[in-house]
């Protein structure tokens, strides 16, 4: 038992516990924060494919305790919900051994797993700005987004979740960040709770396939696959019960701040060329880190005074989520 009980084991709870409790509070992928966060734990020998692994099966216990409280109150779009599935869970069994095809040499593969991870990181800071963006124009417009139980579209459907799949069997991110904005720019009128129920209803297959590939090609690491379960799942639960009492709108723009920074870090710990091969620099992660902190505010509050409201202040990014969702529900109720 005490073997169990390590320093390290210690620390994959707290980190899971701390990235549940943002799972929970945002609804964003664990994967774009738990991987990065493991790796630089050095967890595993910080090997890429190991942490890619045990993030996965951990993924896959978590989400499906969120799917299905989604699902007991019918929150989730079932039909888009199945197109996604049917384009996600082959890529995603499939995408662990496209990388095994690029080499057989255990550093290359994990030097070119943490490329993937880091540039899928940048997307997701992207793609997760982006939403809240998507957001903002939606609500400035009267909240008229479209029909809440939109027309399904089979063939865009099925390539979000094909890329979104590959995205996820390669990397463990992109299931709760890049499928989700996907799904707002292609199915604008769905409400948030909608949004959050459909994209966990399709991470479940999508994170289970991932990780049955991944485990058949790498095995599993259970002394660290517990422990991420051990916390993570407490952890979301927690960040659930709490997001109504937690300014949402300075909580989205430090993730936007992290996987940013998170990006730029692997990248640099896998030597992109334009970074340098021989050495890292944590100088250059830094400078990004303040620099973000400092024009993410900026930039948003830029955003807000173009679509005339005030730089700073009410309304927030909650209240202008809620405000599109309530909008939405009326339309429905009509």
Partial sequence: ????????????????????????????GGGALMTPALIF??????????VV???????????????????KEGSPN?????????GSVPMAFLGPYLVKALTTDADQLDRVLKLAIGFALLVAAATYALRLYINLKRVRRGGDGGDPNPRIRPVPTLLVGALGGLLVGITS??????????????????????????????AVPLVLAAAISNIAI???????????????????????????????SYIRRGIVVVLTMSGVALLDKAGWA??????????????????TVAL????????????????????????????????SEQRAER
């Fill in 1 to 28: 038992m005490n073997e169990w009980i390590t320093l390290t084991a210690l620390s994959i709870v707290a980190a899971g516990f701390f990235v549940g409790i943002i799972v929970g509070l945002t609804g964003m």
């Fill in 78 to 86: 079932l039909r888009l919900a199945g197109w996604l599935i049917l």
């Fill in 41 to 50: 734990l050095g967890v595993g020998g910080g090997e890429a494919a190991t």
């Fill in 53 to 71: 692994t045990a993030d996965l099966t951990a993924a896959a216990v978590y989400k499906t305790g969120g799917a299905a409280v989604h699902a």
């Fill in 173 to 202: 991110v992109g299931s709760g960040s890049v499928i989700m904005i996907a799904l707002l720019m292609l199915y604008p009128g769905l409400t948030a709770v909608k949004l959050v129920g459909t994209d966990l209803v399709q």
């Fill in 274 to 291: 334009p970074l340098g091969k021989e050495e890292t620099h944590p100088e250059l992660v830094g400078i990004v880190g303040v620099v």
């Fill in 218 to 248: 790498h095995g599993l690491d259970w002394a660290i696959a517990l422990p991420l379960i051990v916390g993570s799942v407490p952890g979301t639960l927690l960040g659930s019960r709490l997001a109504p009492r937690v300014p949402q």
């Fill in 296 to 327: 993410v505010p900026l930039v948003w509050g830029m955003i807000r005074k173009t679509e005339g409201m005030p730089m700073f202040g009410a309304p927030t990014v909650a209240d202008l989520e809620s405000l599109g969702d309530s909008r």
